[in-house]
């Protein structure tokens, strides 16, 4: 079953917008994590927080995590063409070996 | 460093049909994982592995084996192969199993069963 669900499914934005993409999960985690996936390509991590807080930045994205509403959501600031992906955010309970549950993706087109 | 390698990228099989995936890490990592990824239902685990001689059952099992005989190297096979396996299959590995630590994927590998 998918722990994970993404909001929107699809998402059309002009470079230089900004992107954000939610995502609601369960049950209780340890840590959520945010995938990028290119067309035709494996999934490649992006950020991890854990459920002790509530916002954390890498470089250009912001991802927030409020535990009490069993939900995320990932910021794509100033975004560029090649942002175009597909996103999936995943979740890790505890004491599960590190297993991840993925939600069903967002698919980001950038456009010039 | 290649990081996780999968072959082969592409294989077109007829129902009955065996095969084996293959995957290869270089990294030192402990844990690997088999998934599938269908359209609309994202990544689903099939099996996975913490520790070269071990595995263990994912979300979806059924009709798949796996066997970790090397540290670096994690198998996924398939018996009697079902149309209902045509998908992508992705294997990806982690460090260890701390909460903590990401999963580095390969480019999958596309299985199409006739």
């Not at chain 2, 099939?46 to 994912?58: D, F, L, M, N, Q």
């Not at chain 2, 066997?67 to 299959?89: C, I, M």
Request: with cysteine; glycine share 8%; proline share 3%.
């Amino acid at each position: 079953s998918q722990q994970g669900e993404e909001d929107p499914q699809a998402l059309s934005i002009q470079e230089g917008e900004n992107a954000t993409m939610n995502c609601s999960y369960k049950t209780s985690i340890n840590n959520l994590q945010w995938y990028r996936q290119n067309s035709g390509r494996g999934l490649v991590h992006l950020i991890l927080i854990r459920s002790n807080e509530r916002e954390k930045h890498s470089g250009r994205l912001r991802v927030t995590l409020d535990t009490s509403k069993k939900s995320s959501s990932l910021l794509i600031t100033a975004s560029r063409a090649a942002d175009t992906a597909s996103y999936f955010c995943a979740t890790a309970s505890s004491g599960t070996a590190s297993k991840l549950t993925f939600g069903t993706g967002t698919r980001l087109q950038v456009t010039l | 460093n290649a990081g996780v390698t999968q072959t082969p990228k592409f294989r077109v099989l007829k129902t009955g049909q065996s095969m084996t995936l293959l995957c290869a890490q270089d990294m030192n990592h402990e844990y690997m994982y088999w998934y599938r990824q269908d359209p609309g239902m994202g990544l689903r685990l099939i099996h996975y592995s913490v520790g070269e001689g071990t595995t263990a059952k994912g979300e979806v099992p059924d009709g798949y084996n796996v066997s970790r005989l090397k540290k670096q190297n994690f198998l996924l096979g398939l018996e009697s192969a079902a149309p209902s396996q045509t998908s992508v299959y992705f294997c990806a590995s982690s460090y260890s199993g701390q909460n903590n630590q990401p999963q580095h994927f390969g480019d999958g590998t596309r299985l199409s069963i006739l």
